[in-house]
Each structure stands twice: as structure tokens, then as C-alpha cells.
């Protein structure tokens, strides 16, 4: 199994169905391997996988607690993830802008020349 060690991989590790299932489960609570593993169509092994490659990305953290290893949302890690959709969603809001404003000079600029 590929590491992850840019911070692009998160966006490789995010691609995998069974990856954002398990963060959807740990964004309701923290939980151990085997609770994940209850409500997931793999195998306990396969989940360990999957939080392997969600640790190294920094999505999730661990902690032992007892005999168990409780995994959990990293918020530094999900705010990460978060910083780069809002990159993304303010250059496409400004993209848009600009291309409204590019349009209404070219139709203005066009009613002139027609007058």
C-alpha cells in the first residue's frame, strides 16, 4: 500500500468509498477498530488499513485507551482539508466574478458602439 505523504494524498486517501465512510462515522464519535469494522462492509484488517492511511494524512488521530486503540477525527487535520476547499471554492467565486464582469463590460461596450 502506497503512503501518504503530501498534503495532496489527502485529497487520494478522501477517494476511497470506505475511507469517507469511516470518517463519517468518526465525525459522530470516536471509536475502535472493531466497532468501525461492525458497521462496514470489510473485514477488521481492512479497516486497520484504511486508518493506517487516514493517520498518515493527519484525518485521524488514535489514542489507546485500556486493550483498545480509539480513533478519532484529527481537527487539525480535517481544518487542513477544510483551508483547501475554501482556496478552492474563493478562486472559483472570484473566477466567476470576473468572468460576470468581463461580460457585462463586453455588452456594455457593445451597446456603445452600436449607438
Known amino acids: 500500500m502506497a503512503t501518504y505523504e503530501r498534503p495532496d494524498d489527502v485529497w487520494d486517501a478522501m477517494g476511497d468509498h470506505t475511507r469517507r465512510a ?5 465525525a459522530v464519535r470516536p471509536c475502535p477498530v472493531g466497532e468501525l469494522a461492525e458497521q462496514l462492509p470489510v473485514s477488521r484488517p481492512a ?5 493506517k492511511v487516514l493517520k498518515e494524512t493527519g484525518l485521524v488521530s488514535d489514542e489507546t485507551v ?26 472559483a467565486l ?11 463590460e463586453a455588452r456594455n461596450n457593445s451597446e456603445m458602439e452600436e449607438k
Open 47 to 51: 479497516v486497520s488499513q484504511h486508518l
Open 94 to 104: 472570484a473566477n466567476y466574478e470576473t468572468a460576470v464582469r468581463d461580460d457585462a
Open 66 to 91: 485500556g486493550t483498545r486503540r480509539v480513533y478519532r477525527l484529527n481537527p487539525a487535520g480535517v481544518q487542513a482539508l477544510r483551508d483547501q476547499l475554501d482556496m478552492f471554492w474563493n478562486r
Open 22 to 26: 469511516i470518517l463519517e462515522l468518526l
